[in-house]
């Protein structure tokens, strides 16, 4: 039989109350709280919002969130058999549930990428500071 972890998460985004909601997940050994959310959102809620870019390689910091009010990389961080509490970071701009504003879009295109990457981020950025 496969551990369950439950996880809470902080849902909702600028303009909406603030709710949890909790989902039990069963997990392999090892596994990842991004892999879980990347599982949660392809069967069982397509509007679960988080960040990632490059997949348990702990180098692009998209996945950064609070775990039990702690800041972990989602990639990194491993599930337990226990409730585990997630939470967007705090002092950046939210997005909605998990995504938060990780760098201006500027900075952001500076690092790289193509302008319709950046002008895209930027537009999402400016959808979520309203």
Known sequence: MMPIATLSI???GL????RRDAFEIGFE???SILDALRRLRVDRDPTLAFRYACLNANACKECMMLLD???VYACTARLEPREMRLDPLP???LLRDLATVIAPPDERLAEGGSAR???AREGLAREGLK
């Open 29 to 31: 050994p090892g596994e």
């Open 10 to 12: 902080h849902r909702g």
């Open 117 to 119: 990457e950046g002008l």
């Open 15 to 18: 303009g909406e109350a603030p």
């Open 69 to 71: 009010g702690k800041v």
């Open 91 to 93: 002092n950046k701009a």
